[in-house]
């Protein structure tokens, strides 16, 4: 079960942290993903995290204002985002998948973050 936190309301420029808590002993197993899908429109790639946490890749539209990374003792994997803009306004999910197979099985409820202009 995976459990984001952490969405609300800011102004352009500001900044968020989101959280998503797992439960399960085999966290340290699940390359760990974050995707966002904006009203009306359809579910984007933000980034994604390593087992280990050593490796990450983020989307385009993030590279530099975003970064992910896990607590393996917490089994919590986190997404800080700087400079929000507009259009990073969307319901933001965690999703995790075994290495090695493309689809993600697991899937929170999704936390809405809000970025005013």
């Known amino acids: 079960q995976l459990v984001e936190s952490g969405g609300g309301l800011v102004q352009a420029g500001g900044s968020l942290r989101l959280s998503c808590a797992a439960s399960?002993?085999?966290?340290?197993?699940?390359?760990m993903a974050w995707f966002r899908q904006a009203s009306g429109k359809e579910r984007e790639f933000v980034g994604e995290?390593?087992?280990?946490?050593?490796?990450?890749s983020h989307s385009n539209s993030v590279l530099g204002r975003f970064t992910i990374s896990r607590d393996n003792a917490k089994n919590t994997v986190t997404l800080q985002m700087n400079n929000l803009k507009p259009e990073d306004t969307a319901v933001y999910y965690c999703?995790?998948?075994?290495?090695?197979?493309?689809?993600?099985?697991?899937w929170g409820q999704g936390t809405q973050v809000t970025v005013s202009s």
């Open positions: 399960g002993r085999t966290f340290s197993s699940y390359i």
């Open positions: 999703a995790a998948r075994y290495p090695g197979r493309p689809d993600y099985p697991y």
């Open positions: 995290i390593s087992p280990s946490g050593d490796s990450t």
